[in-house]
């Protein structure tokens, strides 16, 4: 089955480390994103890439990192420079590289919390 | 810039009961609309979209929405609800043009028997 999976699903850690939170999709998609979702705020934008080797900042880009250097993969690294990490952060991808009409594919999240 | 608000932050219903979940958007362009279903601790399912046609849009689940141009609204309905349908409910929107999908706050939908 195709898919998106982010792992792991939970994560914990000390305040001040930088973590990285994997996504691998196997849809063939293109373009790949990555939201931040806290309660009573919907999801916002952090990152997004339309093809390997470019990515683009999002509406929250501050204090994250990303990289895309191949299609399936779209690692998110939260570093130590954010000044609220703990949330549940969503990874998607669409098939159109444009991605306005293009419906999104969310893997399953993981909640990071940050003590 | 488009902008989505989704004025109930919960919906409390009993089961068999119609239910409609409010969406507003504002944006000056064509939009491309969207809800999408999140179970607890889930990622977000695509329920149904709106991209052109008819006004009508029938989703998964039996649920539906009508996009009104007029009033930029996209409200979805149900005309009866299970307890299965307990989950939280976002509405998105696009523009033409711009790459990104910017989603309302969400709608907790409470099935109670």
């Known amino acids: 089955d195709g898919g998106i999976t982010q792992s792991p699903k939970y994560l914990f850690r000390k305040e001040g480390q930088n973590v990285t939170l994997s996504c691998e999709q196997n849809?063939?998609?293109?373009?790949m994103y990555w939201y931040r979702q806290d309660p009573g705020q919907g999801l916002r934008l952090i990152y997004y890439?339309?093809?390997?080797?470019?990515?683009q900042k999002g509406d929250i880009a501050e204090g994250y990192s990303v990289s895309r250097e191949k299609k399936e993969s779209f690692p998110l690294t939260v570093t130590s420079a954010q000044k609220n990490p703990t949330a549940f952060y969503l990874c998607?991808?669409?098939?159109?590289?444009?991605?306005?009409?293009?419906?999104?594919?969310f893997g399953n999240g993981t909640r990071l919390t940050v003590t | 810039a488009q902008s989505v608000t989704q004025l109930d932050s919960q919906v409390p219903v009993f089961e068999e009961a119609p239910v409609e979940l409010r969406c507003n958007y504002s944006?000056?362009?064509?939009?491309?609309l969207f809800w999408y279903v999140q179970y607890p601790n889930q990622g977000l399912q695509l329920l149904l979209k709106?991209?052109?046609?008819?006004?009508l849009v029938k989703g998964i689940n039996g649920f539906e929405a009508e996009f009104n141009k007029s009033q930029t609204s996209f409200h979805l309905r149900k005309p009866s609800v299970h307890i299965s349908d307990t989950a939280e409910y976002f509405c998105?929107?696009?523009?033409?043009?711009?790459?990104?999908?910017?989603f309302g706050t969400g709608t907790r939908l409470l099935v109670s028997p």
């Open positions: 998607a991808s669409s098939f159109d590289r444009r991605g306005y009409n293009s419906p999104l594919h």
């Open positions: 849809l063939n998609h293109d373009a």
């Open positions: 890439s339309q093809i390997v080797n470019d990515f």
């Open positions: 944006s000056s362009v064509s939009v491309y």
């Open positions: 709106y991209l052109s046609g008819s006004t």
């Open positions: 998105a929107v696009s523009e033409a043009g711009f790459q990104k999908l910017v």
